[in-house]
């Protein structure tokens, strides 16, 4: 077991001017805790010579530690690494270009001490653009907040401090890092948020845009499948196969119901009812659309059920998460 209090995960992409001022002012705003701590950078693929920076920060201090990936993997996957990594009973992650402020960690610290699993910060005051970058995160916050019943302020806020066995449930894949208010909320944990200082970029070059929106989109849509019906996809494809199939079955009893009216009206009921024409509408095309679409989906939803089954039960999974356990062996 190690006996370090907090790692700080720090993603960084072409960011070599603002490393050696972030990683004075870490020093400096842990100076007086009685905490031991590292500082974990994880360059991810940066074409500058960020990486020789961070050589260079750890011969000065062996607190600091560099992992470099051989290309540019996303910050999603170098939360991922420094997680792996990550020996301290905290795990606080930020951003490199200094907008984070790290004089807000030691009380982030002892909010996570009050009882809490995670704490999100919240920049309150943020400065950013306000149309490329302070709009559409308001928007994707109250839309995500709603969809996902986890009522943050601020979900693009990197400082955040988890407790380590958090971290060790988190399963972070492609863009997944932007959910994880959403994955720590499935998952059980209680979460706190705090207000935190935000501040300009003083040096570098933002990495972020707005063509990341439709990004964002998709995998909140993963987000929430993944925490209604990961473990029960049938609930969705067999809901949505039956109303599909239920209401093409509607149409299809409709036009045959005006077919056979047509007969009844008629004195010579085959002429009336040969006569009277659904080939040609395009609601029977609907009908017949709406049929096929309800058996895929319940198809696909028997398929997903078995790859749900073969998932769980080849690697011993489980579909609960466990908090504690007073007793027993």
Known sequence: MTDLDLSIVVPVYNEEENLRELLAEITAALKEEPIRYEVIF?????????????????????????IQFRRNHGQTAAF???????KGRYILTMDADRQNDPAD?????KKLEEGYDVVNGWRENRQDAFLMRKLPSFIANRLIARLSDVPLRDRGCSLRIFRA??????????????????MVSFAGFSMAEVPVNHRPR???????????????????????FLRKYSDRPMHLFGML??????????????????????GIQDNRFWDGFREFQIGERPLLLLAVLLV???????????????????YYESQNKTVYYIRKVVGGK
Not at 80 to 86: C, I, K, T, V
Not at 105 to 109: G, L, T
Not at 165 to 182: A, D, N
Not at 241 to 262: E, M, N, P, R, S
């Open 42 to 66: 994880i360059d991810d693929g940066s074409s500058d010579s960020s990486f020789t920076v961070l050589e260079q920060l750890h011969q000065a201090d062996d607190r600091v530690i560099g």
């Open 80 to 86: 991922a690494a420094g997680f792996e990594q990550a």
């Open 105 to 109: 960690i030691p009380a982030m610290i």
């Open 165 to 182: 066995e958090v971290t060790e449930e988190l399963k972070l894949y492609g863009e997944l890092h932007r959910f994880i208010p959403e």
């Open 202 to 224: 003083v040096a570098g070059t933002s990495k972020y845009g707005i063509s990341r929106t439709f990004r964002v989109i998709v995998d909140l849509m993963t987000v929430l």
């Open 241 to 262: 196969g039956t109303l599909f199939g239920g209401l093409g079955t509607l149409l299809g009893v409709y036009l045959v119901w005006l077919k056979i009216w047509a």
């Open 292 to 310: 096929i679409l309800g058996v895929q989906f319940l198809v696909m939803g028997l398929i997903a059920e078995l790859i749900v089954r073969t």
